[in-house]
């Protein structure tokens, strides 16, 4: 805590997470500033061309999956009401999701399942075969269809809620990176200066384990945008470690590469062959330029599990993240339980298994 200060809440990071905290803190009446070393909505891993919006396959209930679960039903209203707010669209929707059946054996192990992916995603979840997709779509013998999978368009979603944070007054520091967790006397010491403020949300992606001292790190990963308007109501593709996203905007985002540990936001080949991989299995996409290749870094927790509360020796910095590959999806309700802990009322459901406590202590030896 520093004294004096106008500001409740420095959010330390301008990323799905940290905008999705800040507004939720907004909402709840606080004074917040957001402080990022790039310009706050257009860095970091929240960028991904892909913007997948996928549920689990069903299996053992965890906590995990309960939270994506519940947040991918929220999603709609939610993303609908910051349409709104805003005025800008988000590129969300609901086309489904065709899964790659390479083979006779892959096919009768997804017959198996589909019973439980019925009682779980709905009547409409098939295996489909070609001719029941849009034409020079997808090349392959058959394929699960399931209907909930969504996708939004990732880099227009940050620059809205930039806009609506910026809307709500929220003080926006671009160029800024905090250097310190712990305040000084004049506040919490970012590269541009000190800023007061009551509590500090970690919301700084990959880099918030090392800055923690919690058990986790960088996942890597590469992505790219072609241009390509996909047929009308094409589903997403997803293959072994390959996505092939339509967006509303005549392209098509196609990843991913995935290297735990490293750090580095370079590119290099294998992003070539995943954007191969992908021409191969849709032959629309053969002619198609590529637009942009893009690298980030994904925060991936030692047990996978989003980070989000107090941590234990620092009760005034709330740490919000850890959404590895699905992290678009997990941020609304992450950002909401953030704001929560940082107004003082913690959620009352939130699962013990995302606390900054438990994660150290699943590290901690016997
Ligand atoms: C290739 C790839 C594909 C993906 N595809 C999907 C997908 O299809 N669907 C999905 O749901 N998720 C996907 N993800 C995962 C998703 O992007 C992440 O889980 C999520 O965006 C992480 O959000 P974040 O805000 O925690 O981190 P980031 O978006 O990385 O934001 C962290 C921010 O903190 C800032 N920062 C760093 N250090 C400091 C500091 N010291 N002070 C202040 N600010 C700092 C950074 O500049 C950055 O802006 C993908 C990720 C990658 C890399």
């Known amino acids: 805590m520093t004294r004096g200060s106008d500001i409740d809440v420095l959010v330390a990071g301008g990323g799905a997470f940290g905008l999705w905290t800040a507004l939720a803190c907004l909402r709840r009446g606080l004074r917040v500033a957001i402080a990022d070393p790039g310009r706050i909505g257009a860095a970091g891993a929240s960028l991904t061309p892909t ?45 489904g999701r065709l899964s790659i059946l390479p083979d006779a054996a892959a096919r009768e192990r997804a017959e198996a399942r589909l019973p439980a992916l019925r009682a779980a995603q709905g009547e409409a979840c098939a295996i489909l075969a070609p001719g029941d997709w849009p ?17 939004l368009d990732a880099p227009r979603l940050l620059a809205a809620l930039r806009a609506a944070c910026e809307a709500r007054g929220a003080r926006m520091l671009d160029g800024a990176a905090l250097l310190n967790l712990a305040p000084g006397p004049e506040g919490f010491a970012l590269s541009t200066g000190p800023l007061r403020a009551g509590r500090l949300a970690l919301a700084t992606g990959a880099a918030a384990f090392a800055a923690a001292g ?40 196609v990843g991913a590469t995935a290297e735990k540990g490293r750090a580095d936001l370079g590119l290099d080949a294998q992003l070539e062959s995943v954007i191969d991989r992908a021409r191969a299995l849709c032959p629309v ?24 509360g107090p941590l234990p020796d620092r009760p005034h910095v709330i740490v919000v993240g850890g959404g590895q590959r699905i992290g678009l999806a997990l941020a609304p309700a992450c950002g909401e339980a953030a704001a929560a802990f940082l ?14 406590s438990a994660h150290l202590a699943a590290r901690a030896p016997a």
């Open 343 to 356: 107004a003082e009322a913690p959620p009352p459901d939130w699962p013990d298994a995302f606390l900054p």
């Open 214 to 253: 919690l058990p986790g790190g960088p996942e890597h990963g590469q992505a790219a945008r072609l241009a390509l308007r996909a047929p009308p109501g094409a589903p997403l593709i997803m293959g072994r470690g390959l996505w092939i996203v339509p967006h509303a905007d005549g392209t098509v985002g």
């Open 135 to 151: 034409a020079g779509w997808l090349e392959a013998p058959a394929a699960q269809f399931d209907p909930r999978t969504a996708r």
């Open 285 to 308: 996409l053969r002619e198609a330029p590529v637009l942009s290749r893009w690298a980030g870094l994904r925060p991936r927790a030692a047990s996978r599990d989003p980070v989000v």
């Open 51 to 95: 913007g997948a919006l996928a549920p689990h396959q069903p299996g053992r209930p965890t906590a995990l999956k309960t939270l994506q679960a519940r947040a991918l039903a929220a999603l709609p209203e939610t993303l609908a009401a910051l349409e709104a707010e805003t005025g800008r669209r988000l590129g969300h929707a609901r086309p």
